[in-house]
């Protein structure tokens, strides 16, 4: 759920102590409770995910991916070990773009890896269908214009190119106001109505191949990861002090709880550059 600085100036530092505080052992174990296997990743897919992802990409050995809103690396340079193809991620996030260096280093992949600081509100310093596939995980809730975004990636993509992208914010049931207030704890949020993803996605020059409903991941991870979070209440409470903490849990346990009644979905929308 990467988020780029100035949209994030909410007074949470959620993703500066997220990528900041990477390494802590709380922080750490706590993912690992969370997703399983720990990648790093700091959204809503567990690592199955992201192998069914890079089936719905068809990445090769030969493929290029772009990661939009990198974060700290960790599942970009999981395609990269997984399917032998060559990553770029691009964030704004100094921490997690040092993170994800440092990652790439540590599993020898500094050749088949790219990190870049760049925002993605703007044009992106790639030459025109630079990419075979991309994807942005739980990201796009956090870029004001999506129209202009997805334009971006029809121009990035090479025709015949993939695209993936999650929106864990879409509106399908009634929210109350605090629900909406909660849910956007982390900064700055979207909340999009259905059928507008596949309407932007169209007008971009995009073609939309599938959509797929991934809420329960949110409803389960959401969970274990408040969870974690509780049984090291003091070492959390130490690093962000208690009214982080309470808003972060109040955050958690609201995803879950909308989510389980469907009154807030995640959605996988899947396609090419035609």
Known sequence: MTMQTSLSSTGSGFYERAFGSFSAEAVSEVR????????????????????????????????????????????????ARNNGCRVTGVDIHPDGLLTARQLAADF????????????????????????DALWCI???????????????????????????YTDPTLVTGMLSKDEIVLRGMPGYFLYTPIGLNESLISEAGLCLERQVDLTQSVVEL????????????????????????????NFLSTTRLISIERRMSRVAFIGYRP
């Not at 870049?116 to 044009?123: C, G």
């Not at 959390?236 to 982080?244: D, H, I, N, R, V």
């Open 138 to 164: 739980d990201s796009v809730i956090h870029i004001p214009d999506r129209l202009a975004l997805l334009r971006e990636w029809c121009r990035l993509l090479k025709p015949g190119g993939r695209f993936l």
């Open 222 to 249: 959401s969970e274990r990861w408040r969870a974690g979070r509780e049984k090291r209440r003091e070492q959390f409470t130490a690093m962000e002090g208690e009214e982080a903490f309470e808003r972060m849990q």
């Open 108 to 131: 020898g992949l500094k050749d088949q890896s790219n990190f870049v600081d760049s925002d993605v509100r703007q044009p992106l310093p790639f030459p025109d269908g630079t990419f």
């Open 32 to 79: 690992k409770e969370t997703y399983g296997e720990d990648l790093g990743q700091n959204n809503w897919s567990p690592v199955d995910e992201f192998r069914q992802f890079s089936q719905w990409l068809q990445l090769s050995d030969r493929s290029h991916v772009l990661d939009v809103c990198s974060g700290s690396g960790g599942p970009a340079l999981f395609l």
